[in-house]
C-alpha cells in the first residue's frame, strides 16, 4: 500500500460522517493523542512556559537559535487542539527552521469565542518581542483553524501599529468562515477529514452571533496592506483549498509577497503525519527553509 | 533611484497610454529591440534551427544536457514577440536549469489567428519527442500569451492521447482572454505595460469571431485532469495576476501539483528585464532550479 492509500485509511478510520459523532472532549482527547503518536525531531526538547499570560511550550533543537523564534497556532476549529497535540509539527518546523518553537495554547470556543484566539495570539506575540526578540526575527505559523488566526494575529498586530513578522506560513489554513468556494462542491468527496457541515457548526461556536465574514474572524476577506510575507500549503484534495485561493488573491492584491504550494493528493494538514507521510516531511523541510530565509 | 523605480521608469517610457499608438510593425520592432538588449548568459550561443516545421533558435550553455530541453513560448499578446527578442529569458532559464532551450516562432494573429500558435507548439513538442528527448525531461514555458499558450498546449497535447512533460512554468500567464478579475480594477493604475484595453484588441486579433473563454484560448476555464505540474510567477501589480489565481484554482481542483508565486512591486514579465533587475534574475533561477528538479 502505497504512503498516500495509508494516509487515507487513517483519516477514514478518524471520522465516522454518519455514525455516532463523539462529544467535544471526546474529539479534544482523540485529537492529541493523535498528535502526540508522532515523533519529536531528533535531540528535540519539549518545556512548558508562558508567553504573555498564555500557556506555551518551547520546542529546540540542539544547535537551534535562540534569537529566532517560530509562534505556532494549532489547528482544530478554534474548539479542539492544544499545543501539546501539535508540538511535533511546531517542534519539526522549528528544526528544519533553526530556531526556537513556541506553540501556544490559546483558549478555546465554546467555552472562549472569537476574540479569545486572536488576543491570545497577539499577547504571545507582544511577549517574544518583549523578551528582546526582533520581529525580523519571528515567524508566524498555524494549521487550519491556526492557519487563519495566524493571519488574524497579523492583522491584529498590524491594527495595533506593531511591528510585523518577518513572515506568515499558513498551513491548509481555514480563512474564510462563511464556507464559499468551489472547492466545496468539487472536493467533498475527495477530502477524508474536512466537511462543510463540521465548518458550520465550528464557526457557530467561535463566531457566535458575530458576522463571520468579518476579517479578523475570516482573513480571506482582509486588506492586507503591509502584512509580512506568506507561505501557503494547501492539499488539492482540500475543500479548503479555496480558502488559499482567496488568501492569495487578496494579498496579492495588496503587493503582499505570496508563496502557494498546491500538493497533489494531499488531504487536510497532511504536515500532521509526519509520523507516516514523506510528502509531511518534505513540505516541512521546505517551509522550514523558507522560514530560515525570512529570519536572516 | 532604486532598481524597481528604474524598471517603472522604463516601462512608463515604452508605453505611451495616451498618446498616438504604433503600427503593429513598429510594436514587433521596437519589442524585438528591446529583447536583444539584453545580455546572453555566459558562454551561451543561440543557434538557428527548426521543430517540426518551426522556426526555432537553439539556446544553449556549457554543461547544459542535450538530454533534457525546454520550450519556450514567447509573449506578445499572441500578435507580436519573437523567439530572437525573448532568447535571452529561454536561454537564462535553460542555464540555469542545466538544460538546451527551444524558443520558437510560432505563426502571429492576426496574421495566423487561433489555432495557429496552438498547433505550431504543439507540433514543436512532437518534433522533440520525435528527436528522442524523453517528455520527462521536457519542461515548457512562456510569458504572458506564451504562459497562457503553454498551458493550451498541455491541454492540446493531452487531447491528442501525447505524454505530457515534465513541468509548465508560466510567466504572468494571459490565461482568461474575457478579461475578467478583481486585478484587472485594482491593478489598473498599478500596472504599466497592460491595459484591458490592448487585451481586448489582442483578443479581437487572436480568437477573431470564436468564444474567447474557449478553453483552448483561455485555458483559466480548462479541465487539468491529468496535467503536468505547474508553477506560476506573476507580479502584485499586473492586471492579470487574477488570471494566474483562476489558473491555480482550476488546476488544484483537478489535483494538478501547483506552485503560485506572487512578486512584490513586479511588473509584466519582470523576467524579460534581466539587464537591469536583480529580481529577474533572482526569479530566474528560482525557476531554474524547480525545471532542474522536473527533469530529474
Not at 530556531?99 to 497577539?122: K, N, Q, S
Not at 486588506?223 to 492539499?235: E, K, M, Q, R
Amino acid at each position: 500500500m502505497s504512503e498516500v492509500e495509508a494516509m487515507r485509511d487513517v483519516l477514514r478510520s478518524l471520522v465516522n460522517r454518519d455514525g455516532p459523532q463523539p462529544t467535544l472532549e471526546e474529539t479534544r482527547a482523540a485529537y492529541e493523542a493523535w498528535g502526540l503518536s508522532n515523533p519529536l525531531p531528533d535531540g528535540g526538547t519539549v518545556t512548558p512556559t508562558s508567553l504573555g499570560g498564555v500557556a506555551a511550550l518551547t520546542t529546540q533543537t540542539p544547535g537551534a537559535r535562540a534569537d529566532a523564534a517560530l509562534l505556532y497556532l494549532h489547528g482544530g476549529g478554534y474548539a479542539i487542539g492544544s499545543a501539546s497535540g501539535h508540538r511535533h509539527v511546531c517542534a519539526h518546523l522549528a528544526a528544519q527552521a533553526g530556531i526556537t518553537g513556541y506553540a501556544i495554547d490559546y483558549r478555546l470556543a465554546p467555552e472562549h469565542p472569537y476574540p479569545a484566539a486572536v488576543e491570545d495570539a497577539v499577547a504571545a506575540y507582544a511577549a517574544l518581542l518583549a523578551q528582546g526578540v526582533a520581529p525580523s526575527r519571528i515567524v508566524i505559523a498555524g494549521d487550519s483553524a491556526g492557519g487563519g488566526l495566524t493571519l488574524a494575529t497579523a492583522l491584529a498586530v498590524r491594527e495595533r501599529g506593531m511591528p510585523q513578522p518577518a513572515g506568515l506560513f499558513c498551513i491548509s489554513p481555514w480563512a474564510d468562515l462563511t464556507q464559499t468556494g468551489q472547492s466545496y462542491r468539487v472536493c467533498a468527496e475527495r477530502d477524508l477529514l474536512v466537511t462543510k457541515t463540521a465548518l458550520d457548526a465550528w464557526t457557530v461556536l467561535y463566531a457566535g452571533e458575530r458576522d463571520p465574514a468579518q476579517p479578523l474572524i475570516s482573513p480571506a476577506f482582509a486588506d492586507y496592506a503591509g502584512l509580512a510575507p506568506i507561505l501557503i500549503h494547501v492539499g488539492a484534495d482540500e475543500v479548503l483549498l479555496s480558502d488559499s485561493l482567496k488568501v492569495a488573491e487578496a494579498a496579492g492584491l495588496a503587493n503582499v509577497p505570496v508563496e502557494l504550494v498546491i500538493e497533489k493528493d494531499m488531504q487536510h494538514v497532511w504536515h500532521f503525519m509526519l509520523g507516516m507521510l514523506t510528502q509531511a516531511r518534505v513540505s516541512i523541510a521546505a517551509a522550514g527553509a523558507w522560514m530560515r530565509a525570512r529570519v536572516g
